[in-house]
C-alpha cells in the first residue's frame, strides 16, 4: 500500500518502512518505534518514521494473518501526534494468508510527535493493541 498526499506542487509518496512482520519477538519491541503483538491467527505490528526529505511523519498499522476463517475487521492507531486523535480506515473482511496495512503521512514538527500504539477491531469481538511505541 502506498500513501500519498498533495502540498501544494509537493508530491509525498510512501510506502510501509518494511514488509509485514510474520513473527513477533516475546517483548513486542522490534525497534522503539517498530513494534508488534502476536495473536492466535496473525502478528499485528506499528511502525512510526521520520520521511527526512519531505518533513513528514508516516504512521502505519498492519495485520498479518496467518490462519483461521476471514475476518470483518478495521486497522487503526492513536494519534502520533497532541493533535491527532485515534485514527481508523474503513472496515473490511481479510482472509487468511494475507496481509492489510494502513498508513497516514503527517506534515508536522517532531516536537508534536508522541508515543502511539496500533489497534485492530474486529467485529463483534474486541479491539487489539501493539504496545506503545517511543517518542518521535
Wanted: positive net charge; contains cysteine.
Amino acid at each position: 500500500m502506498v500513501a500519498a498526499l498533495t502540498l501544494g506542487s509537493l508530491f509525498v509518496a510512501a510506502s510501509p518502512a518494511q514488509a509485514a512482520e510474520k513473527s513477533c519477538p516475546r517483548s513486542g519491541y522490534i525497534s522503539n518505534n517498530n513494534v508488534c503483538t502476536t495473536l492466535s491467527n496473525g502478528v499485528l505490528s506499528h511502525q512510526k518514521y521520520y520521511n527526512s526529505g519531505a518533513y513528514t511523519q508516516i504512521a502505519v498499522t498492519q495485520y498479518w494473518k496467518s490462519g483461521g476463517s476471514r475476518i470483518y475487521k478495521r486497522l487503526g492507531f492513536t494519534g502520533p501526534f497532541t493533535n491527532v486523535g485515534t485514527q481508523w480506515q474503513g472496515w473490511g473482511y481479510q482472509y487468511s494468508g494475507t496481509n492489510k496495512s494502513f498508513s497516514k503521512n503527517y506534515l508536522n514538527s517532531l516536537s508534536g510527535c508522541r508515543s502511539s500504539q496500533g489497534l485492530m477491531e474486529v467485529s463483534g469481538s474486541t479491539v487489539y493493541k501493539t504496545p506503545w511505541s517511543a517518542n518521535c
